[in-house]
């Protein structure tokens, strides 16, 4: 089901007002090329060893990007929220899945609609980038905790940096994030009660 809607493109906008100024001809041709979409929970917005063809802006639902090690374990590294851009703008085959942990709403922009979107305004590399060196700083702060602590001490480290997720997404993917079972999971919240 596509279809754009004004309230989402507003969000996105104001978000990228944030970094930067935009006037109206401008939010006129970025509102042009965006349209909406929704992932199922599980569906994946980007898949390993695909190109990821489109930009994306999370506006509802939570996305988590994962991997498989070489024992062939699905590995959790770091849960997206809503208000995030994802992109790979550098056409190389992404090494990692990016999958919705639930159902989710996304505005996506085609890699050439953002390419015209980025020749077409002047500054629009600068505010990317200050909307990059952002998330960068952010994501940093939030990659999956060392192994070298205690469960407990993941846990809670995890509540801190995700107040927000404990009660929206399978703990399945919390206990993969972690680097536990979801029974020393169950184990560890029960104790925290």
Avoid at 5 to 29: A, C, P
Avoid at 140 to 167: C, G, H, I, W
Wanted: glycine share 4%; charged share 25%; proline share 2%.
């Amino acid at each position: 089901m596509i279809n754009t809607t004004f309230v989402m493109m507003e969000e996105f906008i104001e978000y990228i007002l944030q970094s930067g100024h935009l006037n109206k001809q401008q939010i006129d041709l970025i509102t042009g090329k965006a349209e909406e979409i929704e992932l199922g929970k599980d569906e994946y917005f980007a898949e390993a060893g695909k190109v990821l063809r489109q930009v994306g802006f999370v506006l509802d639902g939570i996305l988590r990007i994962c991997y498989y090690n070489n024992k062939g374990e699905e590995i959790t590294k770091i849960f997206i929220e809503e208000k995030h851009l994802l992109f790979n703008l550098k056409n190389v085959p992404s090494t990692e899945y990016i999958q919705a942990a639930t159902h989710c709403k996304l505005l996506v922009f085609s890699n050439q609609d953002w390419k015209e979107i980025s020749d077409t305004i002047v500054g629009w590399e600068s505010i990317i980038q200050k909307i990059t060196n952002k998330s960068l700083a952010q994501k940093l702060e939030r990659v999956s905790p060392l192994v070298s602590q205690d469960a407990t001490t993941r846990y809670l480290e995890f509540m801190e940096k995700y107040p927000t997720l404990v009660n929206r997404i399978p703990l399945s993917y919390i206990a993969s994030y972690l680097g536990i079972t979801q029974q020393s999971l169950s184990r560890i919240r029960k104790n925290i009660r």
